[in-house]
């Protein structure tokens, strides 16, 4: 395994800055911030996990990782099912052990889980994930409802409808259907043709990725200032499309995992 600094090394021949970003992030942070963010981009992130409390309880969980050698770390105090990983592990051994084969976790970086901690589904409640897979969000939603309530996760790539199909099915989640449609084409059916109306909806919109520079390396080659734009309008129409599928008093998160004005304060603001 490489060590952090020969990590960064290895990245950086890799994975060159593109002078366009460069020059984007600097006129957004300034030279110095800037630069600091390209220095933590190069590093890796912390192993974190979210404990499917539908098959487990997060004390018997530790346990087992404590059968591994593994030191788990609880940082919030408020979500314990939020656990990191202290040990040095070997690329891609959380994903092969039988805790994890059973859906007894998830592995999900802490960012994440925010949508869905702010957003708070409850069992009983009706929640739209209309961006859903590959499920690390709904599987969440799940296991916070208790499986109560009913999920529609709707996903437009069939490819990505099988990965998300197979999270369910491991997490153990009863209480969600899945749907295969345009985001915008699937509101304004239910819109127009129905009376489904949701108490929560989250639009966790497809993106630029800007965020996900540590967790995949590769986005730093991907990156092109017109794709933004093209995105933002897909956004935008996935926004408006989904608002009018909430109930009166209901909540609705818009996430994104990209830094981007564009993307995020400007559909905000629209």
Excluded at 51 to 78: A, H, M, P
Excluded at 134 to 141: C, D, E, I, Y
Aim: hydrophobic share 35%; proline share 4%; charged share 30%.
């Amino acid at each position: 395994m490489l060590k952090q600094k020969d990590y960064s090394t290895y990245l950086k021949k890799k994975f060159s800055l593109k002078e366009g970003f460069v020059k984007r992030m600097e006129a957004l942070l300034g030279k110095e911030e800037a630069n600091r963010f390209f220095e933590i981009s190069y590093t890796q992130t912390p192993s974190s996990i979210r404990c499917n409390t539908l098959k487990i309880s997060v004390e018997d969980l530790r346990k087992r990782f404590l059968g591994y050698g593994w030191k788990s770390e609880q940082s919030f105090e408020k979500f314990p099912k939020i656990m990191i990983i202290r040990s040095k592990l070997e690329p891609g051994e959380l994903g092969k052990t039988k805790e994890h084969l059973l859906g007894y976790y998830y592995v999900q970086e802490i960012s994440s889980m925010l949508p869905m901690l702010i957003l708070k589904p409850k069992p009983g409640e009706v929640i739209l994930d209309l961006c859903a897979s590959p499920g690390s969000k709904t599987t969440q939603a799940a296991a916070m409802m208790e499986n109560k309530g009913t999920i529609i996760a709707n996903e437009v790539s069939m490819g990505r409808i099988g990965i998300l199909n197979s999270n369910l099915e491991r997490m153990g989640v009863m209480n969600t259907i899945v749907t295969r449609k345009e985001g915008v084409a699937l509101c304004n059916a239910l819109f127009k043709k129905s009376d489904v109306r949701f108490d929560k909806i989250l639009v966790d919109a497809p993106c630029s990725g800007e965020g996900t520079l540590r967790k995949s390396p590769k986005t730093f080659l991907m990156w092109k200032e017109n794709m933004i734009k093209k995105i933002a309008n897909t956004q935008k129409r996935l926004v408006d499309s989904a608002m009018k599928l909430l109930r009166v008093g209901g909540e609705m998160i818009y996430s994104t995992c990209t830094l981007a004005p564009e993307e995020d304060e400007m559909i905000v603001d629209y």
